[in-house]
Nanobody
Framework: QVQLVESGGGLVQAGGSLRLSCAAS????????MGWFRQAPGKEREFVAR?????????YYADSVKGRFTISRDNAKNLVYLQMNSLKPEDTAVYYC????????????????WGQGTQVTVSS
């Protein structure tokens, strides 16, 4: 089992920045990929960004956040970060940290572990 705890959400004005953190514990050695999803009210949970935890740490982003968000990791501390810049009101959502022990590409159907979620609200 892998447990995930997010932190760093909050309220920010459009154009501002926030950094989310995700701390993993438990059987972290089994994780292949970690990332972030988000869910806005009335919408389905959607992919935001992922990072491989193997050597090289390849990253991948949703088109909607590419160039504005950056995912990074600290394997020694079992931490994953999401730096969010140039935030827009449409980025408002609950952000969930996710981990997969089965896939390096983190499709939502292969996410084994979810964090509890952290609210990000961007005012216009």
């Amino acid at each position: 089992q892998v447990q995930l705890v997010e932190s760093g959400g909050g309220l920010v004005q459009a154009g501002g920045s926030l950094r989310l953190s995700c701390a993993a514990s438990g059987r972290t050695f089994s994780i292949k990929a970690m990332g972030w999803f988000r869910q806005a009210p009335g919408k389905e949970r959607e992919f935001v960004a992922r990072i491989s935890v193997v050597s090289g740490g390849s990253t991948y982003y949703a088109d909607s956040v590419k160039g504005r968000f950056t995912i990074s990791r600290d394997n020694a501390k079992n931490l994953v970060y999401l730096q969010m810049n140039s935030l827009k009101p449409e980025d408002t959502a609950v952000y969930y940290c996710a981990a997969s022990t089965a896939s390096y590409t983190l499709p939502i159907g292969m996410v084994n572990s979810w964090g509890q979620g952290t609210q990000v609200t961007v005012s216009s």
